[in-house]
């Protein structure tokens, strides 16, 4: 079974990610976040697969990714 991991990236930059963080991100192979989230872990993301979520879609693209966890 997959893990999931929430995890905070500060308050908006990137100086302020911390290394677990940093860790946690390059080691996974999909990241869900708000826009604004992934901006900010910009550079952590190539090759990963990302979804992108509103306060509108965040329900949906959950459950598009849950069957995949295992």
Known sequence: ???V???GVG???PKYVTEIVKEIVQNCDIV?????????IERLLEGKEIHEI???????????VLPRLG
């Open 54 to 64: 509103t306060m509108n879609n965040q329900e949906e693209s959950y459950q598009e």
């Open 32 to 40: 869900i976040g708000y826009k604004y989230t992934l901006k900010t």
């Open 5 to 7: 991991f929430a995890v």
């Open 1 to 3: 079974m997959g893990k």
């Open 11 to 13: 308050p908006g930059s």
